[in-house]
């Protein structure tokens, strides 16, 4: 077992990871989806696991699953699925991490039969999914930590920091779109990190190993709130 450790950082702390992206069935053959590879979270749930916590990932359908043998693995496919796990694991928890790429809109109707091609135009009608780390940030008790991501493409920060208010994150990550070497599909990564207080910090290009042990890094450094 101590060979999986690479310390000791987080032991006796319960995790929560909601990684990779979510399905939406529009009939029984088609989903609307994103790119989200669950790389980055899958990083995060292992650089975890080597710190000696225990590790629940809620893991949308094709993402990347983690190294380490020792994480508890929940397999979903829709918002809604994800949202029921997680929200069932959460009162356990004290640390949540909500790296999703969660579809913000689902068909209203899923057709029970295959949809069959008829005119030139066709609509699917769309309503809005759960927030799960909103949701779950309403009921947010004060020893918990919540850790968000955002992916931007105007206005990074402001929206970043809107984010982590809203959703009464305790860190914030901004996933960096500008940078060549940073994004969905890669094995590197550049972020920040916001934190409430203010401060931030803002890594280099690195591969998304790298990056996760920095993310656990701000963890350490958000405050205990009593
Ligand atoms: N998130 C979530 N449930 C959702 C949507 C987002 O838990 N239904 C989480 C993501 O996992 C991420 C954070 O909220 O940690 C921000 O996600 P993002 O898509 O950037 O924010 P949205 O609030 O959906 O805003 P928008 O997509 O309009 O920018
Ligand atoms: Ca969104």
């Known amino acids: 077992i101590a060979h999986f450790h ?3 950082d987080f032991v006796g702390k319960r995790v929560l990871i909601t990684s ?3 399905q939406e069935a529009i009939d029984p053959v088609r989903f609307i989806s994103n790119h989200s590879s669950g790389k980055m979270g899958a990083a995060i749930a292992d650089a975890f696991a080597n710190s000696g916590a225990e590790v629940h990932l ?3 359908a094709g993402a990347k699953k983690p190294k380490s043998p020792s994480i508890k693995i929940y397999p979903v496919k829709s918002a809604n ?3 029921e796990e997680s929200s069932q694991l959460h009162e356990k928890m004290d640390i949540c991490v909500f790296a999703a790429a969660v579809a913000d809109y689902a068909p209203k109707n899923v057709a029970s039969e295959k949809i069959k091609k008829e005119g030139a135009d066709m609509t699917i009608a769309l309503v809005k999914n759960v ?3 909103y949701s779950l940030g309403k009921i947010k008790r004060p020893h918990q930590l919540h850790i968000g991501f955002a992916l931007e493409t105007e206005n990074e920060v ?3 920091k809107q984010k982590l208010e809203k959703k009464k994150f305790d860190m914030i990550i901004l996933n960096s779109m500008r940078q060549k070497g940073a994004g969905f599909q890669l094995d590197t990564n550049k972020v920040s990190l916001f934190f409430e207080d203010g401060s931030a ?4 290009v690195l591969p998304k190993e790298q990056i996760a042990k920095i993310i656990l890094e701000g963890i350490k450094k958000i405050p205990v709130k009593i």
């Open 201 to 204: 910090i803002e890594s280099d």
């Open 131 to 133: 927030d799960i780390a």
């Open 6 to 8: 690479h310390n000791q």
């Open 58 to 60: 809620v893991l949308g």
């Open 20 to 22: 990779g992206p979510t």
């Open 158 to 160: 402001f929206h970043a």
């Open 81 to 83: 699925e994800m949202y």
